[in-house]
């Protein structure tokens, strides 16, 4: 049973354009996150969602909006891609909002803007 | 700027051998982590360290904090080849988020 899923794996774009990334978690945690590893794998948080709500904004460009529908999903839309953009971006979750707490890594999207 | 700092940033051994990992930080911690990635995969959780502690044990894997030098090291013993990764350290410095540093590349020779 997969615990952190992501779709898609593999996502190959055009610069201008808009895409979604989705993230869902079955392991009954309360807080989600989105991180982005770049070229050198230098891994950055960029939001964290505790229950739905946000609780962390990484000064991340306005073109990226998160959206959690529930604790169990945060998806990550971004807009006007850039080539800039393209990068790993992992999903994460943990049971608490507490960084101690052992966070559980979903298998990555490769974001790849041409 | 980035938190923590692992040194080496590429490590090659061979099967049975020890393998040292390093991790400076800049700031006071909470606590320290280490994670694994596999090549193309997330990141697995592997130790957590607290500030009060010094030293810490998980199967092959030992742990030390150093907080007065602010550093950390992962020792691997007995290196298999399934060790081959990525290794990062994450420090906690209280503002609810963790820092993680460009990480080891380790690769362990059959």
């Known amino acids: 049973d997969t615990a952190v899923s992501q779709t898609p794996k593999y996502l190959v774009t055009q610069m201008g354009n808009d895409k979604s990334i989705k993230c869902e978690q079955n392991?009954?945690?309360?807080?989600m996150y989105w991180y982005k590893q770049d070229s050198k794998k230098f891994l950055k948080i960029m939001f964290s969602?505790?229950?739905?709500?946000?609780?962390i904004n990484e000064t991340v460009p306005n073109r990226f909006s998160p959206k959690s529908p529930d604790k169990a999903h945060l998806n990550l839309h971004i807009n006007s891609l850039e080539l800039g953009d393209s990068a790993v971006y992992f999903c994460?979750?943990?049971?608490?909002?507490?960084?101690?707490?052992?966070?559980?890594f979903g298998p990555g999207t490769r974001l790849l803007v041409l | 700027s980035q938190q923590g700092e692992e040194d080496p940033q590429a490590l090659s051994i061979q099967e049975g051998e020890n393998a040292t990992m390093n991790c400076s930080y800049k700031?006071?911690?909470?606590?320290l982590q280490w994670y694994r990635q596999n090549s193309g995969r997330g990141l697995v959780h592997l130790i957590l360290?607290?500030?009060?502690?010094r030293e810490k044990h998980s199967g092959r894997l030992r742990v030390t904090l150093d907080t007065s030098k602010k550093s950390s090291s992962l020792l691997i013993t007995a290196s298999r080849a399934a060790d081959t990764a990525s290794y990062f350290c994450?420090?906690?410095?209280?503002?609810?988020?963790?820092?993680f540093g460009a990480g080891t590349r380790l690769a362990v020779h059959p």
């Open positions: 700031t006071s911690i909470n606590n």
């Open positions: 360290i607290r500030s009060n502690e």
């Open positions: 969602y505790n229950n739905k709500e946000l609780i």
């Open positions: 392991l009954g945690h309360d807080t």
């Open positions: 994460a979750s943990s049971q608490g909002d507490r960084v101690q707490e052992t966070q559980y």
């Open positions: 994450a420090t906690d410095s209280g503002y609810n988020k963790l820092i």
